[in-house]
């Protein structure tokens, strides 16, 4: 039974059954009454947050000329000339008033358009920031509503009191394609790390799916089978993707930045003493420990830009993280923000992750925009989640599935320092897409 508000502006809560994926069917079973429109979902701390319909959207087109806002009474776009952060900041500044919740995804070229890095454009937007109409909140024990309608209550209701769909899986991509023109690309960046131009490198690769993805069923499969940092989805404008994320880029929270660096993989795959095995020889390998160690420099470098003298700390190092049949190691790196800037000062400093990019990181974002072979999109980009004004997460998009009009795709990458090898690197993203590979599904019947 819902607790009835006022007027639609108020909150609204309908009990929720308490079970272990009570919260994940429920945000299923909404996504699904809902296909067709625009939506966004977020996991942060058990906590499901999810957006319906668009009330306002920003976006940034991907050759970063236009910035162009809609909202239900008008559709204006500009030229971008100035500061764009300004611009950004003055649609979040008046849209997360009063707790308002904004939703949005940075590409990963929003890095070289900022830096001015010369890059090629996709088809997806650099920017886009989407604030919902309704708002749903999910999590154990209730779901609740925010600026809700008589029919959105209905909706959702009607939508609670269904099964969870049944999910159809094409087939299992294989997690090995492209894996001899990966060597190669690896073999490049060794090369290019001898000759001094940079320490490291993170080069991806792309394995495209014959098939349209069913972007809600493999949020559902995959987040059953994962630990993540934080689990999304989005569904706008013609361009979705639904992932795992495993480390945030930035948070802010009462003027603290906090930032996640993830560097050195092993699987985390087999018996509790298999596991423990990877776990030791993770830590215990020095191409590992120095790549997660140079990580951490160089976010404590970052961190000092806009922090306030003496802030920067070290809070956790070199932590093993689970995140499915993969284990991590992972720091955490805070400091106090500085009265005189602000959320996006801090945001352009540290996206893309480092972990995503490389060190230096504008050497890196130029070798990987020569070395491979097609734009990134929202891949190692960035989804974002403001709660207000002084709350806000931008995770960091791997563990993913992306798609479009005109293709569906998954994409790892693995990060390449002096000491690493074109096999165990290859290997890397192998058992980074075995988070993801086995549990996309598929819309029934609808190959390409």
């Known amino acids: 039974m819902c607790t009835m508000a006022v007027s639609p502006d108020d909150s609204c809560t309908i009990p929720l059954n308490i079970s272990p994926d009570a919260c994940l069917e429920a945000v299923a079973k909404i996504l699904v009454a809902h296909a067709g429109q625009a939506v966004y979902a977020y996991e942060r701390e058990s906590i499901w947050h999810v957006g319906v319909d668009s009330k306002a959207f920003f976006t940034i087109d991907p050759h970063g000329e236009t910035a162009t806002i809609e909202t239900d009474a008008a559709r204006s776009s500009t030229k971008i000339t100035g500061d764009i952060k300004k611009v950004i900041a003055a649609f979040t500044c008046r849209y997360a008033q009063d707790g308002g919740m904004i939703f949005g995804q940075i590409g990963f070229n929003y890095s070289a358009y ?31 509503l925010r600026n809700w309608t008589e029919k959105d209550l209905q909706v959702i209701k009607t939508a609670l009191s269904h099964s969870v769909p049944i999910f159809y899986k094409y087939g299992r991509p294989d997690e090995s394609t492209n894996g001899e023109p990966y060597r190669d690309v690896v073999q490049q960046v060794l090369s290019e790390i001898g000759r001094g131009l940079y320490q490291k490198v993170i080069a991806s690769r792309a394995i495209d799916l014959l098939y349209k993805v069913d972007m809600v069923g493999t949020l559902v499969c995959g987040r059953r089978a994962n630990t993540p940092r934080r689990a999304f989805l989005v569904d706008h404008h013609g361009f979705s993707a639904t992932g795992f994320s495993p ?24 018996t509790e003493k298999e596991r423990s095995r990877l776990q030791n020889d993770l830590l215990n390998d020095p191409k590992e420990v120095m790549e997660h160690i140079i990580s951490v420099q160089e976010a404590m470098r970052e961190m000092n830009q806009f922090c306030a003298d003496g802030t920067v700390a070290v809070a956790d190092l070199m932590s093993v993280k689970q995140r499915g049949k993969v284990q991590h190691l992972a720091s ?14 801090a945001f352009h400093v540290l996206f893309p992750a480092i972990t995503a990019t ?34 806000v997460e931008a995770s960091l998009v791997l563990r993913s599935v992306f798609q479009d009009s005109e293709r569906s795709w998954l994409q790892a990458g693995a990060g390449i320092i002096a000491l690493s090898t074109p096999d165990r690197e290859l290997t890397e993203t192998c058992e980074k897409l075995r988070s993801v590979a086995p549990f996309v599904m598929s819309i029934r019947e609808e190959a390409r």
């Open 114 to 144: 900022i830096n001015g890095v010369k890059f090629e454009p996709g088809s997806w937007p650099l920017v886009s920031l989407f604030v919902p109409r309704l708002q749903v909140r999910v999590q154990k024990g209730a779901v609740s």
């Open 332 to 345: 955490t790196v805070t400091g106090t923000l500085c009265p005189s800037k602000g959320v996006w000062d």
């Open 247 to 270: 480390e945030l880029v930035m948070s802010f929270q009462d003027g603290k930045v906090t930032t996640e660096p993830l560097a050195g993989t092993r699987a985390n795959v087999g």
């Open 358 to 391: 490389g060190i230096p990181k504008m050497k890196a974002i130029e070798a990987i925009h020569r070395l491979e072979t097609r734009p990134r999109e929202l891949y190692s980009g960035a989804v974002l989640l403001f709660e207000g004004s002084k709350s």
